[in-house]
């Protein structure tokens, strides 16, 4: 009878990685990086050599407070989109050519053209019209450039969340449909609780896009008198002239976006752990 060897062989260190080439991409990409090390550096040099107390006590209130408004606009008018951004998907999808066209021309419009055009045309262009509006009662509302802005918002978020929602719709499998209506479910309660916490999850990154940009797109509004946060920094540079300003202003919007990136990534994890294998 012939000896078998029970003996393993030891485990082994794994072969070292062969060295990766230095491309040309490699080369310009570790120039970017440098040169973009270094802006970062002497920015942040320039911010501290110029740190004027002072100013910082006198305007750091105001910028809290167009931080406010900032927050207070984007939110209010993302919440008001939602909701009217939930027919404008319904009437994209339907059947009835009126509302379908309808639909369409609106998202196309306010998809179409730039969100300063559409503020202009609100907040100056409808007050050419203020005797009328005043004979409709509704010059008190677009007298306020804090409501021109809102309402401007509030329609150009509109078009585009119900473009993604309708996107998110229409990518839930046609199965979902089938299996809700095999289990007997009328098609209002299979929508609600089928379909559309299905479709939301699909449209979670879009939403957080179209926030991120809804909160730097507000800039604009400081140029019809609103002082949001950007409306304040032209306020506080336009007495101070220091350019210091502006740099305050953007590392608060990057901030902000920051949060809300990581919120975002953290909600859309929590809702799709079942999904993860």
């Known amino acids: 009878m012939s000896h078998v060897s029970t003996s393993l062989i030891p485990p082994q260190e794994p ?3 062969p060295p990766r080439p230095f491309t040309a991409g490699r080369f310009f990409g570790n120039v970017f990086m440098g040169v973009w090390l270094a802006l970062t550096i002497g920015i942040f040099l320039m911010l501290v050599e110029g740190w004027d107390p002072e100013k910082f006590t006198r305007y750091g209130p105001n910028y809290l407070s167009g931080l406010g408004v900032t927050l207070t606009l984007v939110g209010l008018s993302v919440v008001l989109g939602a909701v009217l951004s939930l027919p404008l ?6 059947k009835n050519p009126v509302f379908s066209w309808f639909s369409y021309g609106y998202v196309y419009f306010f998809r179409g053209t730039p969100l300063l055009t559409q503020l202009f045309l ?19 509302f677009f007298r306020d450039a804090w409501n021109c802005a809102l309402l ?3 329609l150009n978020t509109a078009a585009y969340q119900a473009e993604i929602l309708r996107g998110a719709i229409e990518s839930v499998p046609r199965g979902q449909h089938e299996g809700a209506a095999a289990l007997g479910l009328p098609k209002k309660i299979a929508f609600f609780k089928v379909i559309l916490p299905q479709a939301l999850i699909v449209a979670l990154r879009p939403y957080g896009n179209e926030i991120i940009l809804m909160i730097k797109g507000s800039a604009i509004v400081a140029i019809i008198t609103v002082f949001d946060l950007m409306g304040e920094t032209r306020r506080a540079f336009s007495r101070t002239f220091d350019y210091q300003a502006y740099l305050w202003a953007a590392l608060l919007y990057l901030i902000i976006v920051e949060l809300l990136r990581n919120v975002w990534a953290w909600l859309e994890a ?4 079942h999904l993860k294998r």
Not at 89 to 94: G, L, T
Not at 128 to 138: N, T
Not at 270 to 273: D, E, G, M, Y
């Open 15 to 17: 072969p070292p990685a």
């Open 89 to 94: 998907a319904f009437a994209r999808m339907s």
């Open 122 to 140: 609100i907040y100056y262009g409808l007050g050419s019209f203020s005797a009328e509006l005043k004979a409709w009662g509704l010059w008190w």
């Open 152 to 154: 401007t918002f509030t």
């Open 270 to 273: 929590r809702l799709i752990r």
